[in-house]
């Protein structure tokens, strides 16, 4: 059992370029988030899905897309990476939401020059 | 003002001492409530849960108060192992999860 698997852990982006950030769990969970980590800011929810075909935006979704076409993957594009898009992003997963909490990836961490 | 606030600390304390921290929300829509674990370049971890009635779980007491939107976390006879940055989050509509900025904590032998 993997659990919430991302990739890659480090990815070094040129300004402009777009790349996708891989996320896939193998807990038939419902629900699945991508999130960001910056400095002194806490994490900040980007776009989350409540099931296959089902997407939402979060706090800070401007500069990424993501879809789900299957439960285990939800992958996050960055469409034209931005420095201040440099951060660690983390992808999440649960089978209730709410109730019983989320379980984090490892975390991908990206760095745009 | 942001929707989850803790003290970001650093909060230094040694081996065996009592700890506290402290979080409060914003949003009075608030459904559940969590406080997370994350060492140093590694993901959250789910410590527990917070309810109402509080609740503990072994050296970890934590503790919810709605009417004043106040969220608390008690670590007795801290260990090494507990130094750690300590995460407020606070869940709406089972899919948005607010984090706070996080408290950090040191153990110290």
């Known amino acids: 059992n993997a659990g919430v698997t991302q990739t890659p852990k480090f990815q070094v982006l040129k300004t402009g370029q777009s790349m996708t950030l891989q996320c896939a769990q193998d807990m038939n969970h419902e629900y699945m988030s991508w999130y960001r980590q910056d400095p002194g800011m806490g994490l900040r929810l980007i776009h989350y899905s409540v099931g296959a075909g089902i997407t939402d935006q979060g706090e800070v979704p401007n500069g990424y897309n993501v879809s789900r076409s299957t439960t285990e993957d939800f992958p996050l594009r960055l469409l034209s990476a931005a420095p201040s898009q440099t951060s660690v992003y983390f992808c999440?997963?649960?089978?209730?939401?709410?109730?019983?909490?989320?379980?984090f990836g490892s975390g991908t961490r990206l760095t745009v020059v | 003002r942001k929707e989850v606030e803790q003290d970001p600390g650093p909060f230094n304390v040694p081996e065996g001492a009592t700890v506290a921290f402290n979080c409060t929300y914003s949003n009075s829509a608030s459904q559940s409530f969590f406080w997370y674990r994350q060492d140093c370049r590694k993901e959250p971890k789910l410590l527990m849960s917070v309810y109402s009635s509080g609740n503990e779980d072994g050296r970890f007491t934590a503790q919810l108060n709605r009417a004043s939107q106040y969220i608390s976390l008690l670590i007795r006879d801290s260990k090494l192992s507990d130094s750690a940055t300590y995460l407020c989050v606070v869940i709406y509509n089972n899919n948005d999860m607010r984090f706070g900025a996080g408290t950090r904590l040191t153990v110290k032998p």
């Open positions: 999440a997963s649960s089978y209730s939401g709410g109730t019983w909490g989320y379980t």
